[in-house]
């Protein structure tokens, strides 16, 4: 495959993820067509996911100032019975960003969920300890996620 006909590639780097179950009645307003909720264990879930996106090119190039960003979404988990098969995967609720042309560009040609707010990240290190934080300013206040970890984290 040509790089360049690839619309979108990126490094997510320093992802912070919070689950939580949800009714799933609330989340039919935005189930895409031909999908059914995923559920775990029985119940719907949804995440707030904060990453930052790295080395970002569009059809194979770099945009300046465009290459470098905070991501924070609000997701839920769906699957699609092809005919053979389940196959699974996500729909946004929404998807806040930095950079207004992303949010406009994704929104138009997309149909996507973005919107633009001031955001920043901080990311620490100290002993064993990661410490990573995302941060959305909506209707003049400041938002958060943040997640404290141990470095060398593995699945329980």
Not at 106 to 112: F, R, V
Not at 116 to 138: E, G
Request: hydrophobic letters at 40%; a positive charge; aromatic letters at 16%.
């Amino acid at each position: 495959m040509n790089k360049k006909s690839v619309f979108l590639t990126a490094t997510w780097e320093y992802l912070a993820m919070l689950n939580y179950p949800v009714p799933e009645e609330i989340l039919l307003p935005y189930l895409p067509g031909g999908t059914q909720i995923d559920t775990w264990n029985g119940q719907a879930m949804v995440s707030v996911v904060g990453f930052l996106f790295n080395n970002t090119k569009v059809f194979g190039l770099n945009w300046p100032f465009h290459t470098h960003f905070e991501e924070v979404n609000l997701r839920f988990y769906i699957k699609h019975f092809d005919g053979e098969k389940w196959k699974r995967g996500v729909a946004f609720i929404s998807e806040i960003v930095p950079k207004p042309a992303i949010a406009m560009i994704a929104n138009k040609l997309y149909n996507e969920h973005y919107s633009y707010q001031p955001m920043k990240h901080a990311v620490s290190i100290q002993d064993d300890q990661l410490r990573v934080q995302y941060d959305w300013k909506y209707k003049k206040q400041w938002q958060s996620l943040s997640v404290t970890t141990t470095k060398n984290s593995s699945p329980s």
